[in-house]
């Protein structure tokens, strides 16, 4: 699968973060949304870039860390899953795919697509 990424960046908590558009090729449908993002991350460290900032730990849908929007919907198309859950499978060849933070004023954005839990975290 090829896919074109519209992914927010932001530098920091006070910068005003952007999309910015980015390509990735020969994505395999049994593929994981993050392992997709790592494929990117890997593309860019070798051109050079920065990497996409990305929230994850267990990857296996237990600690909710992967807490991203994709294409508007919290962890993507598919129901009752986590994005770490989520497989290309459920996306077609040639689409766009949008990729934000949790968008909340009480957990701001601190880089690209991981935001400050702190808030949740005092509530624990
Ligand atoms: S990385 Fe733990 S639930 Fe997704």
């Not at 449908?29 to 890997?42: A, K, Q, V, W």
């Not at 996409?52 to 919907?73: P, T, Y």
């Not at 949008?98 to 975290?121: C, G, H, M, Q």
Request: hydrophobic share 40%; proline share 5%.
């Amino acid at each position: 699968m090829n896919l074109k990424l519209k992914i927010w960046r932001q530098p920091n908590a006070k910068a005003k973060g952007k999309f910015e558009v980015y390509h990735v090729e020969n994505i395999s449908p049994d593929t994981s949304f993050l392992e997709m993002l790592d494929i990117l991350n890997i593309n860019l460290i070798n051109e050079g870039k920065e990497p996409v900032a990305f929230d994850h730990d267990c990857r296996e849908g237990i600690c909710g860390m992967c807490s991203l929007h994709i294409n508007g919907h919290a962890h993507g198309p598919d129901t009752e899953i986590t994005t770490c859950q989520l497989h290309m499978r459920k996306f077609k060849d040639g689409d766009t795919i949008v990729i934000e933070p949790w968008r909340s004023a009480a957990f701001p954005v601190i880089k690209d697509l991981v935001v400050d839990r702190t808030a949740f975290d005092k509530i624990l």
